[in-house]
């Protein structure tokens, strides 16, 4: 066995050959490898590891940090299997993808602001506009499981913005947001509009959807809460060929109850 390198890994002073490469790449990398990747590493990169996936695969790949020059950088090893039958042997090659995994990781992040309503930390409607595409594609292969959508609009926040200010606008909204979030807790909730939220409902909270269409219900009898007008719709599949067919359910049964709210407020 036999290494070479060049640039930064050359000042790592690591052996060049050695009797067992696994046990020796072990030793060395504890005194090189960013300290937080080190049990990943380790934990991994056994030789029966490697071999596994190798066998199975064609080729073993990790990504860590390497510390060059006393800055972490993301490396990735590729383990390749050479299938000569007078000499089965290995190739691993180790580059540097430190610019590719923080244009990666700045992108996720830049995802996530998008993707998480700033005021309320619920999901955004751009993150549901995407889940919505998703859901289409399953409905449109017949791969869909039974969902259903609750659409939830909080009464009042216009008349707060004009009376107390747009602060105890947005308090109201993230009152209203903690109500929605504590009854569907199973659900992803997202903010697709000023005051409106949309909930989709799966597994346990799909099949209690009643209850805790109730349990919303309720909480408008409480004194100093905001006020929730809530629809929810099941998917059909015998006519919905969208969520958008589901949605524009969801919105007539919740706007026929915020017109009964407003009734009980006269």
Do not use: W
């Amino acid at each position: 066995m036999e290494y070479s390198s060049k640039g930064s890994y050359e000042t790592l002073g690591i052996e060049k050959e050695g009797d067992d490469f696994f046990d020796l790449s072990r030793k060395n990398i504890k005194n090189v490898i960013y300290k937080e990747d080190c049990e990943k590493f380790l934990n991994a990169f056994t030789k029966e590891n490697v071999l596994k996936y190798v066998k199975r695969d064609k080729t073993f790949t990790i990504t860590y940090r390497l510390v060059l020059e006393g800055i972490p950088t993301y490396v990735s090893m590729k383990v390749i299997g050479m299938e000569d039958p007078d000499d089965p042997h290995i190739v691993v090659g180790i580059n540097n993808v430190d610019a590719q995994m923080k244009r990666e990781l700045e992108l996720g992040i830049i995802k996530e602001k998008a993707n998480r309503d700033a005021l309320t930390g619920v999901k955004s409607k751009h993150a549901y506009e995407e889940e919505e595409l998703e859901i289409d594609e399953k409905i449109a292969n017949k791969e869909i499981e039974s969902f259903a959508l609750a659409f939830c609009d909080v009464n009042g926040l216009k008349e707060i913005n004009d009376r107390f200010g747009h602060q105890a606008g947005d308090q109201h909204l993230k009152n209203a947001c903690m109500i929605i979030c504590n009854i569907f807790t199973h659900s992803p909730v997202y903010r697709i509009g000023g005051d409106e939220f949309l909930v989709i409902l799966r597994g346990t909270d799909f099949e209690n959807r009643c209850q805790l269409l109730n349990a919303l219900m309720e909480s408008n009898d409480t004194e100093g809460t905001p006020v929730i007008a809530c629809g929810i719709a099941e998917y059909d599949p015998e006519k919905d060929v969208n969520v958008a067919s589901v949605f524009g359910r969801a919105d007539a049964v919740m706007y026929q109850h915020k017109n009964e709210l407003k009734k009980e407020e006269l």
